[in-house]
């Protein structure tokens, strides 16, 4: 059965169109609650954090209401990145745990992202439990009035979070001598980013860290990445660290100013932990993740297998295969030794304390070269045009073209509507012909609807 409310990532879309308005808020919390609390009896409690979009102010309390209707307490924390409400939701053992972001979208979408007791985010089975919630008749999931939950708002959750994640470094590593440039995108990490890093010594050159509600991910951040290239250059940093809107995504600017993504930073991680006896196991990607990646992994004698694009579709393999390791070209990383989703600070922590013997990240990011990839987005009124006649007959075209010289992927966006074609291939003219053929049978397609 298909789901109807959520998404590869939590529930995401256009603010106060069919899904995200107040209304369905306050039911996608009245459904969360009650589920969560019959799950656990001792402690009804809900967390919530948010990023930096005017829509929060007005998703937030319908989401709010609720919950204290199906009888959980709820602590608000404010803007918080992702993995800082995974964390304190399993430390403030918490029923549940809901961040109010729409990750790298612009700031008129908005959305939120559910996390279990465990700090992990919910699994396509509990989803859909939810989902049926949030279609039932209201009144039948509303408490007594004695019985309605209480709210609090916990001021300290960013200063938390920071302690969280430098305890997962000895006491003694710091960055004192370094320059490093952030860009927070105006979004959810827009304290704890370059907080995080002063703490530890560094000269931090921030960007993106004045929010408006409307300028979260506006031609910053880490869909953005020639701003911190920009910067590093500039203030002749370092290290870049590009975050998206919810900070669960990072990319890199080495102090050249070259591009590091996610699987490039993977690559890294993995072969460090490799020769350290940390990594286990091996190392999840996804069907978006270089071909070159993958050959790389293979030359290393490292164990790589691929997942569905998402990383929770990561974790869900990590936690299979018995990984620690796993993320995704977009800069999701989840270092499993740490957390249970994708941390941009986090990661970039680990990428610093790699370095803090003097080493420079040009030479840390030597690891492999990329096959060219080349990624089309094209809007369109139904996704599901992705298995029309017409448009299977060009896909198989394409494989058929690219076979033996590169690959070919074309999927349904989880977060907007939008069908991604992707190719690989060293062959740049072959490549770019076999994705003309499908993108122009999807606009041929999309014209007649």
């Not at 980013?193 to 921030?206: H, I, N, T």
Request: hydrophobic share 35%.
């Amino acid at each position: 059965m298909l789901k109807k409310y959520f998404g590869t990532d939590g529930i995401r879309g256009r603010v106060n169109q069919s899904k995200i308005n107040g209304e369905m808020f306050f039911k996608f919390g009245l459904a969360a609650g009650t589920y969560f609390k019959n799950q656990k009896k001792i402690k009804q409690t809900a967390i919530i954090a948010k990023d930096t979009r005017l829509s929060g102010y007005t998703l937030e309390p319908a989401l709010v209401s609720g919950l204290t209707s199906a009888g959980m307490h709820v602590y608000t924390l404010g803007p918080l990145p992702t993995n800082g409400l995974a964390m304190l939701t399993k430390k403030m053992r918490a029923n549940m745990g809901i961040m109010i972001t729409a990750s790298h979208n612009p700031y008129y979408d908005n959305g939120l992202k559910l996390f279990g007791p465990d700090g992990l985010k919910l699994s396509d089975k509990i989803e859909k439990k939810i989902e049926k919630l949030i279609d039932y008749k209201i009144v039948k999931n509303l408490s007594e009035p004695k019985l309605l939950g209480r709210v609090k708002r916990l001021e300290d959750a960013n200063d938390k979070y920071i302690k969280i994640l430098k305890r997962n470094f000895p006491k003694n590593f710091n960055l004192k001598g370094m320059k490093i440039a952030i860009d927070c995108a105006n979004g959810a990490g827009y304290k704890s980013g370059p907080k995080l890093l002063r703490s530890l010594g560094a000269k931090v050159f921030e960007f993106g860290t004045s929010p408006n509600g409307l300028n979260i991910n506006n031609n910053c951040g880490s869909t953005f990445p020639n701003k911190i290239k920009w910067l590093v250059k500039k203030y002749k940093a370092n290290l870049g660290i590009s975050l998206d809107g919810d900070a669960d995504r990072i990319i890199i600017s080495d102090e050249k100013g070259t591009i590091i993504d996610g699987d490039q930073i993977i690559s890294m991680l993995a072969k460090r932990w490799k020769k350290k006896k940390i990594l286990k196991g091996g190392v999840v990607g996804t069907l978006m993740s270089n071909y070159g990646l993958e050959n790389y992994f293979k030359n290393e004698k490292i164990k790589f297998i691929r997942a569905n694009v998402g990383d929770r579709y990561v974790k869900e393999k990590m936690q299979k295969n018995n990984f620690n390791l796993g993320g995704e070209q977009s800069g999701h990383i989840i270092l499993g030794k740490f957390a249970t989703t994708g941390d941009g600070l986090l990661v970039a922590l680990e990428v610093l304390f790699s370095m803090r013997k003097g080493k420079k990240a040009s030479e840390l990011f030597k690891t492999f070269e990329a096959t060219p990839q080349i990624l089309e987005n094209i809007k369109v009124k139904d996704k599901e045009i992705i298995k029309s006649k017409n448009c299977l007959v060009a896909i198989k075209k394409s494989e058929k073209l690219i076979k033996s010289q590169g690959r070919m992927l074309v999927r349904k966006s989880g977060t907007e509507p939008k069908i991604r074609i992707m190719g690989e291939s060293k062959n740049i003219v072959l490549l770019k012909k076999c994705i003309n053929i499908i993108k122009k049978t999807i606009n041929q397609i999309e014209n007649k609807i």
